[in-house]
């Protein structure tokens, strides 16, 4: 065999070990991906309209369901308090804490007027943990530093904190949470949570 003939064999031969998750194919990789589709979203001139509002807050969501483990995010947001909520009140949890998240950040999302992302570096945070350090960069020529932390699930990456101008996500609402829960049962997280979704 030439050569090439044995090169090509060793690299079929190992081909299906590349496609593991050697680290699932670089955290940094599958954050940039997924923000860069939400980027074709905001900037997609068909969508401007506020008559496609509806369909670019639906292809929004999608992405969002790529990048974001809505699970891992309730579960560290809650911290020790998740084990005090039985099945029910965590599936509940995690779904009207995901609507808390989208009512409160959808229009600063939506208002995106084409700044500059630049996308740094990861760090290992461990075997299964990663950070993905990015910056916003604002006409004003501001950088907004913003990190995204991953964790590697079933082959993929999927993030659970953001840290924006190194304010934690996860630590931020967890302490609010925190104080309800101090002198409170879930349930009464639960219908606070359900009131704000409500709007009242």
């Not at 003939?5 to 299906?16: E, G, K, V, W």
């Not at 009512?103 to 740094?120: G, P, Q, R, T, W």
């Not at 993905?132 to 079933?154: H, M």
């Amino acid at each position: 065999m030439n050569k090439a003939i044995i090169t090509l064999t060793i690299l079929i031969s190992i081909a299906p070990f590349l496609s593991l998750p050697a680290h699932a194919g670089a955290p940094l990789d599958t954050v940039q991906l997924n923000v860069n589709k939400g980027l074709e979203v905001l900037r997609d001139p068909k969508l401007k309209a506020e008559s496609a509002m509806e369909v670019k807050k639906e292809k929004l969501r999608l992405i969002y369901n790529h990048l974001f483990d809505d699970v891992e995010l309730g579960k560290r947001t809650l911290s020790r308090n998740w084990n005090s909520m039985n099945t029910d009140q965590r599936q509940e949890f995690v779904k009207l804490f995901r609507q808390i998240l989208e009512k409160a950040y959808v229009d600063k999302i939506l208002s995106y007027s084409n700044e500059k992302i630049v996308f740094d570096k990861e760090t290992m945070l461990s075997e299964t943990q990663a950070e993905i350090q990015t910056r916003v960069i604002t006409s004003a020529n501001k950088e907004i530093p913003i990190y995204y932390r991953a964790i590697l699930k079933d082959g993929s990456w999927k993030v659970y904190d953001v840290v924006i101008e190194n304010v934690s996500l996860v630590l931020n609402y967890r302490t609010q949470f925190n104080e309800i829960l101090a002198k409170n049962p879930p349930e009464h997280l639960l219908e606070t949570l359900r009131q704000k979704v409500k709007g009242q």
